[in-house]
């Protein structure tokens, strides 16, 4: 009676035991395979995040690459644009220092002076003007006189600043009361052109 | 009491501890599954940037990055070709314009 009793209550706890054992088994499989899925869903969000990320920063960096090739575009632009007025200007230097382009230096020396009296309306100015000007106008006085007076229609003169003016070419003139001046430098006139002229220079440098 | 209810108490004796063991055994299996199931959460987000759709993408973007320097590049070249073939002009120009054409 007690051995049937005691393996009746042995097959029992072993039952139970099998199902405890059972349950959790069970329990812990779900418990890791539902940690797996939404592992993998977290990743898929996070990898989902990440790319859209991406994307933004990739478009930033693109656009910024898109600019910064614009700009060295324009810079190339602008850098041809100083260049040219660079070059005339460098011209002009050369005329001045060429003993060959003497006469032709002389000519545009006397435009700035006539500029100078028709500016003022004077009829006697003092002239300052760069050292190679100055020697020009010395040694041919006589002759400037009289095409400025051609050009003008009247008469005038000039005398010399001992003080060159430190310009390639140009003039600084006044009247003997210094009541009147006048100030053109080739430097002055091409900073004033590479804002008037500004376009035309481009589209001729760069035409579309 | 007799022999008989003394074995049988014995037996109940024996096999409660069976099942404690049973209730321990499959506590710890479920202290496993969680450690293991934390340490799979914790790991989801690990080496994201080696996913290849994540490689593909830098892949991509570094690419287009190339292809707008190499663009910029024929444009510069095709630019300072133009501005060389017109320089003169512009030079002649800003003479003309400035009154120091002689």
């Known amino acids: ?208 | 009491m007799s022999s008989e209810l003394k074995a049988v108490l014995e037996k109940e004796k024996e096999v409660a501890k069976k099942v404690e063991e049973a209730k321990r055994k499959a506590e710890q299996l479920l202290q496993d599954a969680k450690k293991l199931a934390d340490k799979t959460l914790e790991k989801a987000l690990e080496g994201l940037e080696d996913d290849p759709a994540i490689k593909a993408k830098l892949k991509e973007l570094e690419e287009e990055k190339k292809r707008i320097r190499k663009e910029l590049e024929k444009k510069l070249e095709e630019l300072k070709k133009v501005a060389e073939k017109n320089f003169e002009k512009a030079v002649e120009f800003v003479l003309e314009a400035a009154g120091l054409k002689v």
């Open chain 1, 1 to 208: 009676m007690s051995g049937a009793l005691s393996a009746e209550i042995e097959r029992i706890a072993e039952e139970e035991a099998r199902r405890i054992i059972g349950e959790a088994e069970q329990k812990a499989k779900q418990m890791v395979e539902e940690a797996k899925r939404k592992a993998e869903q977290m990743r898929k969000k996070a990898l989902e995040r990440k790319l859209k990320e991406l994307e933004e920063e990739a478009q930033i960096e693109l656009s910024l690459e898109k600019i910064s090739a614009k700009k060295k575009l324009l810079d190339l632009k602008e850098e041809y644009f100083q260049k040219a007025f660079e070059e005339a200007l460098s011209r002009v230097k050369e005329m001045a220092e060429s003993k060959k382009k003497e006469k032709e230096y002389f000519k545009l020396v006397l435009d700035y002076l006539a500029e100078a009296f028709e500016a003022t309306g004077a009829s006697k100015l003092v002239v300052k003007t760069s050292k190679k000007a100055q020697e020009l106008l010395l040694k041919n006085k006589k002759e400037a006189i009289k095409e400025l007076e051609k050009r003008l229609g009247r008469k005038v003169d000039f005398s010399l600043d001992e003080d060159p003016l430190d310009t390639v070419l140009g003039v600084l003139a006044y009247t003997p009361d210094e009541k009147l001046y006048y100030n053109s430098t080739v430097e002055t006139k091409l900073g004033k052109l590479k804002e008037e002229k500004s376009n035309e220079v481009m589209e001729l440098l760069f035409p579309r």
